[in-house]
């Protein structure tokens, strides 16, 4: 069973970086199924958070979306909104997990257009609680497919901040949470340099080259001395992700 695709690559090396016990506020599409995932294989105690959901609530079937009835099933309270963003406010929530359709060297998003926000090329579907999660999580994960499009030299539009320009100007801009620590992708992990909090390739998944990382980033990316493979999926982890997603709605074999 170890054909796998580029999506369900992506999404078990997004399940592993999440651990038992931890509070994850999750996002809709790849970080909502990474955390079921994780929660089923190897983190029975992992509470889920959504925007609009329960908490902590214990999914047997992938919602399509994280404010339906799925989100909330076997849940131990269901908030409003706002007690949800307080959540994250007050320190509570150890990891937010995001996507994107932009993102920057020093781990900016962009989920709201492409070109000007006056005259936009493509309209996103914006923050929702994205720029919250980004703003006040203890830590933050992003998960995207990896290509020039995506990975930019400058974000069109600064939807949820990662460390903005580098440096210090994160806390000089008196944002709660500690910024982004890790970027999952079809091609490998990258986390962010201590001082400049520039992007960095820590690790690549098997078959992969630092060439192919550097010619499909659309910046100038660092590659650590320490250099890791990552481990294949394993056979019960495809078969667990595949039963969560039957009908391959995130788990198409192209771009996601």
Do not use: W
């Amino acid at each position: 069973m170890n054909d796998y695709n580029p999506a369900e690559l992506t999404v078990i090396m997004g399940s592993r970086a999440l651990q038992d016990g931890q509070i994850v506020f999750a996002g809709a599409g790849l970080p909502l199924l990474s955390a079921i995932l994780a929660q089923k294989l190897h983190a029975p105690s992992l509470a889920i958070l959504f925007e609009v959901g329960g908490v902590a609530p214990r999914i047997k079937n992938l919602p399509r979306s994280t404010n339906e009835a799925r989100s909330v099933r076997r849940s131990v309270a269901t908030p409003a909104t706002v007690d949800m963003m307080l959540y994250l406010q007050r320190g509570f929530v150890d990891v937010g997990f995001l996507g994107g359709a932009q993102i920057d060297r020093y781990g900016n998003i962009n989920s709201s257009c492409i070109g000007t926000p006056e005259k936009p090329k493509v309209r996103l579907p914006g923050s929702g609680g994205a720029n919250d999660i980004a703003s006040s999580a203890n830590k933050v994960f992003i998960i995207s497919y990896h290509e020039k499009r995506r990975f930019v030299e400058e974000v069109d539009y600064l939807t949820s901040p990662g460390f903005l320009n580098g440096g210090n100007d994160r806390e000089k801009a008196g944002l709660l949470g500690g910024g982004v620590e890790r970027v999952i992708t079809n091609l490998g992990i990258l986390e962010f340099e201590a001082k400049t909090r520039e992007m960095q390739l820590t690790a690549l998944h098997p078959g992969i080259t630092e060439e192919e990382v550097l010619e499909k980033t659309g910046f100038k990316v660092s590659i650590s001395e320490d250099l890791e493979v990552t481990t294949p999926p394993s056979d019960e982890e495809l078969k667990s992700l595949r039963a969560l997603d039957p009908e391959k709605r995130y788990l198409k074999a192209g771009e996601f």
